[in-house]
């Protein structure tokens, strides 16, 4: 993408809206990025994003040990109805074609709630982008119908419990297993 002029005056930790689903933002490292739908074109991106997380960060984000991202699962999470959910996906300027993170809202059924996800690459977290990708999603849920958001978090992963704090979430345990927390808030109306 090229950069234009209003690109430049980003700061670090800035969002600026471009398109319908299409945003710019500066993450903590400097690094200007582009977040987008995300499209089932980006399926061998996320199956290869997914195999260059860390084990730990691949357990966080699945709640499982899933060894590897099959295509087929790729290719679901990647086809999204947007008039329902959420689906979003980071690039790097200087690297194009490797997925970065995302974040995405997937609607409960036919309510107005929707699970929340956020996932960055292990080599960049640090850089602010879970924070930019997740408030991203989240300031799209009122514009599809989304009153309220909530995910399941691992106990253990702090970073992740404290994202959620920062975006106004409250925390209370998972009545099924005492090793995860839901995290849950309601958004403002559109």
């Given amino acids: 993408m090229a950069v ?11 969002v600026a809206r471009r398109g319908p689903r299409l945003w710019r933002c500066r993450g903590r490292d400097g690094r200007l990025y582009t977040i987008r739908s995300m499209t089932p074109a980006d399926a ?20 499982a040990a899933l060894p590897r991202l099959p295509m087929p699962l790729a290719r679901r999470l990647c086809t999204v109805d947007e008039t329902r959910d959420v689906a979003l996906a980071l690039f790097a300027d200087d690297e ?36 930019l990708a997740l408030e991203t999603a989240l300031s799209v849920g009122p514009e599809i119908g989304v009153r ?8 253990s992963n702090a970073p992740m419990r404290g994202l959620a704090r920062k975006l106004g979430m ?21």
């Fill in 148 to 155: 309220r958001v909530w995910g399941t978090i691992l106990r």
């Fill in 44 to 63: 061998p991106a996320l199956v290869q994003a997914y195999a260059e997380q860390d084990a730990d960060d691949r357990l966080s984000r699945m709640l």
């Fill in 4 to 14: 234009d002029m209003s690109d430049a005056a980003l700061a670090p930790g800035a």
């Fill in 170 to 190: 409250s925390e209370r345990r998972d009545p099924d297993d005492r090793m995860l927390i839901i995290a849950e808030k309601t958004l403002a109306p559109a």
């Fill in 96 to 131: 194009p074609h490797r997925l970065c993170g995302g974040a995405r809202l997937m609607r409960d059924g036919d309510g107005d709630a929707a699970e929340f996800a956020v996932s960055v690459a292990s080599r960049l977290q640090g850089a602010g982008l879970g924070r």
